[in-house]
């Protein structure tokens, strides 16, 4: 589906926002595939997040072995919270998890439009994937020794993040 994507965006500068964790890097390997085998510019990647962030070191890890051109955007934790009224007001909501991907979501878009104002015009992320897998942490209440019923609380998970999460829509 990140070919398909990819093909649909008809654009030759695709890049991905990453963390090192097994969705954005499978998003990431596809979408560099892509550009390779079209011979398009190099993936660029990016990924936010403070100077001792296991993300940082992570996404730099799989950048290096996917050869991307990677970019890592060390914020500090004053920028960090000059975002999270603005992000509470505009998502309107305020758990934790969803406050969270959307500053540093907001803190990445605004270094790649400053950054890239007139190239990058498609940015990929591995959001959703860990609900579709059931690793999600909302996943683990559910038994795994019932299939359906694991796999019917995985997708009604996914459908609710599809249908409420602004990041995603």
């Known amino acids: 589906q990140v070919y398909s994507y990819c093909e649909s965006r008809n654009s030759e500068h695709i890049s991905c926002l990453m963390s090192g964790g097994l969705s954005s890097t499978l998003v990431t390997y596809f979408a560099n595939e892509y550009c390779k085998n079209n011979k398009l510019p190099k993936l660029k990647t990016f990924c936010v997040g403070f100077t ?3 993300d940082i070191i992570y996404a730099k890890q799989v950048a290096s072995m996917y050869n991307t051109d990677h970019h890592s ?27 969270r991907k959307a500053v540093l979501l907001y803190l990445a878009m605004n270094y790649i439009n400053k950054s890239y104002p007139t190239t990058i015009n498609s940015v ?19 038994d795994i020794f019932n299939p359906l019923e694991y796999d019917f609380n995985c997708k009604a ?13």
């Open 157 to 169: 998970i996914l459908s609710e993040i599809r249908n409420n999460d602004d990041l995603i829509n």
């Open 52 to 54: 001792d962030s296991v």
């Open 124 to 142: 990929l992320s591995g959001s959703g994937f860990n609900e579709i897998t059931g690793l999600s942490y909302k996943c683990n209440e559910y």
């Open 73 to 99: 955007i060390i914020i500090t934790v004053d920028e960090y919270l000059q975002c999270v009224e603005k992000i509470i007001i505009n998502i309107e909501k305020h758990d934790s998890n969803n406050v």
